[in-house]
């Protein structure tokens, strides 16, 4: 298996600065991109080149919030893409995408990864991963349709598509088809190993309640009383200035809403970003929230945010490295991205530090709007402010 | 608050890790129950028995198969199952190669376009398999996995089985490796046994020549000298007769005779002629053996019946026996009907009946005989509670001239000459039990049914 990295940077004028694509795009089995709305936008018009047209290459791209990162580069704003290609795997992969359609999400999800592995003309046999792009919204029941084939068996890995300021402007990308409301699963068949990791920190706290009214991923009551009331009373608590309504993304960061999953052995936290207060003290959330379940507030601090994605990273490569006696050749990192907006000052230190525990192996690092990840319990679920790292090879 | 959630996130991992750990305390179990499983086991299908019984201890599934791949035959055939008694047919090996050539999990058979409709009669319930194949030294297995569950087994199991199935694998390999080396020995051992027979029997060809020459070349010397021994006997008597009227007519002559104490030459002469004439008959007797050694198919062979042949031997022995060994012979029910030489076969047994006489001459004995009726043979056991013959001697009890017994007392022909006899009918004649409380010879010929 051959991996390598490659990063173009965006121009003025939303094209592709330099020469595009390079010929290990095109000569890639898989390549994985991850890049601002502008930089995705550009790749789906490159596609239609004769170029694109002739290569076998497979592609699964979203865009992702305030761009990417690399072991090439930060973008902290700036327009690139950044692509992982994969080429000479031993085995297959395939990709599939489709529109979501309201309503019929989880049977989308489900005819999808069929197609997809129909694409690898490896129907019915169990992959060694699934790696999944969604559009932010209905994700729960995405997972709920995938699990419905595989069950519980394989890692189910990916992100939900971003912008840079919920705007809904976020795109998913299959290498021929741009969507804004859509997904793409692209599904692993390889001989080569594979090892994942999803953590979130976050403590806690005693302020808990029982959801009373919820609609979708908006939060109406808790314990009777309107969502936003009682959040802005927790947050005194722990002496936060109440928030008023519009986008909450950034100030929630640091005090998301949990709910605890898994059976009694292994439970673990499962977050709910709130991402915007409305004007009837309601909360929008990037994850759904099932009416009657207890709801904590949790806390938790920049400085762990920071260090975060290196030590789930190092706990991937000492397990990939103890299962399979060696190093992966490449990483597929994804990165919550309100955690991000959180600590976007910092994204450089923690591209340095990624890069000091990684020591040449390539990654690649996706800012996401919900990440969708495989648990302790060996579950796969989504959740908010997490991070995942897949290591393959 | 901070140390608490970096504690509790620490936890987490520690829990993923120790999980991944318990991947290896799965795979050591599994290897360590399996090695046990296959020492354990003396037959093929007892070792597949045991280890479906470890790999479902540790690996949940609702059914094993391993099936045998016959290159020959290009099929493939369950050869052990964890359903026992259910009945399979073999496939053809060509229509399932895509299915059988690598590892394959199959979370769910129904979505595998034409999954193989015989598999489905192997495994009517299955909706995940897992199939992976696995060489021996020996043989090409396949090994199928089935769960009724969709998904039922992930990756972590695919990995863990793989492992185990490469080490059984190895390990069987191992274990018919020693067995074929075992059966190289085993057959080293008889080539060189069958060496060792063929060179003594080139060995008694040659003694039989050299043998039935010395008995030509000895037999007209030993001849003319008993002849003549016979004339100078009666010479003697007319000598004698004229010397005893030619004394008694003549003093002088009388005191002659007491001089010379002719009474006393005169009867040592006849003494030494009849020893000189004794001689003559045991090397004549022993010219006759060397006869019988080199040429014992000269006689002609009539159906007749064992229990017949052994009752008249007795009672020529008998007569040595006396009273000092109690003879008795359990014939059989029927006829032992045999194709021989009535009076060959009965020197057989006096041969033997009379080696048991000699063994037992410081005891009262008991010498027994039966006749045993066996579907193509006719077996005689013939035992004695005689002193038993030393281990040192008893691969050489066949050869000709090897005697135990006092020099003038045997020949040392008598059970060589036996055993040629009795092979020459096609039958066997072997010792099959000696020690300090006895021996006993078994006289086996082909029988001749009506």
């Known amino acids: 298996m051959q991996v390598s990295v490659n990063r173009f940077a965006i121009d003025a004028d939303g094209d592709f600065a330099q020469s595009f694509p390079c010929d290990a795009l095109l000569s890639a089995q898989i390549n994985i991109a991850f890049g601002d709305v502008k930089a995705v936008s550009q790749l789906a018009q490159s596609s239609l080149s004769e170029q694109n047209e002739q290569s076998n290459a497979r592609w699964v791209a979203s865009s992702s919030c305030l761009g990417a990162m690399s072991n090439l580069g930060t973008d902290q704003g700036e327009s690139y893409l950044h692509v992982l290609s994969f080429a000479g795997l031993d085995g297959s992969t395939g990709v599939a995408s489709a529109e979501l359609v309201q309503g019929k999400q989880q049977a989308i999800a489900e005819s999808t990864l069929v197609n997809a592995m129909r694409d690898a003309d490896r129907l019915g046999e169990m992959p060694s991963l699934v790696w999944l792009v969604v559009a932010p919204g209905s994700e729960e029941a995405v997972l709920k349709g995938l699990q419905n084939v595989l069950g519980d068996g394989v890692p189910i890995v990916g992100g939900s598509s971003a912008d840079n300021s919920i705007a809904g402007e976020w795109l998913q990308f299959d290498g021929h088809q741009l969507r804004s409301e859509g997904i793409v699963i692209a599904v692993f068949y390889m001989s080569e190993p594979v090892s994942s990791y999803f953590s979130s920190g976050y403590q806690t706290t005693d302020c808990a309640a029982t959801v009373t009214a919820v609609e979708g991923r908006t939060l109406y009551t808790l314990d009777g009383e309107p969502a936003g009331e009682v959040y802005n009373r927790w947050l005194q608590r722990y002496h936060q200035p109440p928030l008023t309504p519009g986008n909450i993304l950034a100030a929630s960061t640091y005090f998301p809403l949990g709910r605890q999953r898994g059976k009694e052995q292994y439970t673990v936290p499962l977050l709910a970003h709130p991402a915007r207060l409305n004007a009837d003290n309601s909360i929008d959330l990037f994850a759904t929230i099932r009416l009657g379940e207890q709801v904590s507030l949790m806390n938790g601090h920049a400085e762990n945010l920071i260090s975060r994605a290196a030590e789930v990273t190092d706990v991937v490569l000492r397990t990939h490295e103890l299962n399979y006696e060696r190093r992966p050749l490449a990483l597929l990192i994804i990165f919550c991205g309100g955690c991000m907006l959180a600590i976007k000052d910092q994204l450089d230190e923690i591209r340095c530090s990624l890069s000091a525990r990684t020591q040449g192996i390539s990654f690649i690092v996706g800012f996401t709007f919900g990440e969708q990840g495989c648990f302790a319990d060996g579950v796969s679920r989504h959740g908010n402010l997490m991070i995942s790292v897949t290591a393959l090879g | ?450």
């Open chain 2, 1 to 450: 608050m901070d140390d608490i959630e970096k504690l509790n996130e620490t936890i987490l991992q520690l829990r993923f890790e120790n999980n991944q750990l318990q991947r290896f305390k799965q795979i050591n179990q599994l290897l360590l129950n399996g090695l046990d499983a296959i020492m354990s086991s003396s037959h093929r299908s007892e070792v597949f028995a045991r280890l479906f019984e470890v790999i479902r201890e540790i690996l949940p599934c609702d059914q094993i198969l391993i099936a045998h791949y016959d290159e020959q035959q290009s099929t493939v055939i369950p050869v052990s199952s964890s359903d026992e008694g259910q009945h399979y047919s073999p496939l053809r090996y060509s229509d399932l190669t895509d299915v059988f050539e690598d590892t394959m999990n199959i979370f769910n058979v129904s979505l595998i376009p034409g999954w193989p409709q015989h598999l489905g009669n192997w495994l009517p319930e299955a909706n995940s398999v897992l199939i992976h194949p696995v060489s021996t030294s020996q043989a090409r297995y396949i090994w199928l996995v089935a769960d009724r569950n969709i998904g039922a087994f992930t990756k972590q199991f695919e990995e863990i089985f793989v492992s185990f199935s490469a080490f059984v694998a190895n390990t069987l390999s191992h274990f018919e490796q020693h067995r074929l080396m075992r059966e190289r020995e085993t057959l080293l051992e008889e080539r060189q046994r069958i060496e060792k027979t063929m060179i003594n029997q080139e060995k008694m060809a040659a003694l039989g020549q050299l043998a039935a020459g010395v008995a030509h070349e000895l037999n007209n010397p030993l001849g003319f000298i008993n002849s003549n021994l016979s004339s100078l006997q009666d010479y003697l008597s007319d000598i004698h007769g004229f010397i005893k009227k030619s004394t008694q007519t003549s003093p002088q002559l009388q005191e002659e005779y007491k001089k010379r104490e002719m009474d006393y030459i005169l009867t040592d002469t006849d003494d030494l002629l009849d020893e000189s004439l004794e001689g003559i008959r045991r090397a004549s007797d022993i010219i006759a053996n060397l006869k019988s050694f080199s040429h014992p198919d000269e006689k002609t062979c009539t159906k007749i019946d064992l229990n017949r042949v052994i009752t008249q031997a007795l009672s020529i022995v008998k007569t040595q026996a006396k009273t000092v060994v109690e003879i008795s012979f359990t014939p059989s029910e029927t006829a032992a009907d045999v194709m021989v030489n009535a009076n060959q076969l009965a020197q057989v047994f006096i041969n033997i009946v009379t080696n048991a006489i000699q063994a037992i001459s410081d005891r009262y004995g008991k010498i027994s005989l039966a006749v045993q009726l066996q579907d193509k043979t006719v077996d005689c056991r013939i035992t004695d509670n005689g002193s038993g013959i030393p281990e040192t001697v008893m691969n050489k009890i066949f050869d000709p001239f090897f005697t135990t017994k006092m020099v003038g007392v045997g020949t040392g022909l008598g059970l060589s000459i036996s055993k040629a006899i009795i092979e020459q009918y096609g039958g066997e004649l072997r010792l099959e039990s000696s020690n300090p409380q006895g021996t006993c010879f078994l006289v086996r010929l082909p029988r001749i049914n009506d």
